[in-house]
């Protein structure tokens, strides 16, 4: 059996990373007995192997607060191959559920989270949750545009300071 220890609030604790699901078991444990926090970052510190665990835990409960902690984890990944789940946990009707797949589907900041969310949008009737999703689907694309001009714009400032240095070695010569 494969172990690691590590330090939690300075105490060191043994846990079993044998397989994803021993670790999300573990993870889930802590995140039940009250420390959300440690279980939170020790799951997303670990391999994305651990997603189909964490969703088939997310499957296997009634829990509500631990939905919702399998989600936003599965979130923080924000990886395109957990949009469908993502997407499934939008369209529950429970408010806790869908807001946080809702920003799971923001914070992933892809043109594939918005097509996702538009997606669900086009089957959603309730007129509140639908305004959470065009905002959110309009924030995100905002969001995905910035970027992409921040990754333009040093080339397009650059271009003027090279145009001048140019010329100005152009004139001494």
């Not at 300071?161 to 010569?173: A, C, H, N, Q, W």
Request: proline letters at 3%.
């Amino acid at each position: 059996i494969r172990a690691s220890i590590s330090a939690v609030d300075g105490l060191d604790v043994l846990q079993d990373m044998e397989s994803p699901k021993s670790t999300v078991e573990h993870y889930l444990g802590e995140f039940r007995a009250g420390h959300g926090d440690e279980a939170f970052h020790g799951l997303t510190e670990v391999e994305p192997a651990v997603i189909s665990e964490l969703i088939n835990a997310y499957e296997d409960t009634t829990d509500l607060d631990t939905k919702v902690f399998v989600i936003e984890v599965i979130s923080e990944f924000r990886l395109d191959s957990s949009l469908y789940f993502l997407c499934h946990a939008l369209r529950r009707d429970d408010p806790r559920i869908w807001k946080a797949a809702l920003n799971g589907l923001a914070i992933a900041e892809s043109p594939n989270a918005v097509d996702a969310m538009d997606h669900v949008l086009s089957s959603i009737q309730d007129s509140d949750k639908r305004e959470w999703i065009e905002e959110a689907i309009t924030d995100t694309n905002m969001v995905i545009m910035k970027t992409a001009e921040q990754a333009v714009a040093p080339n397009r400032s650059l271009a003027p300071i090279l145009k001048s240095t140019s010329s100005v070695r152009g004139s001494e010569d």
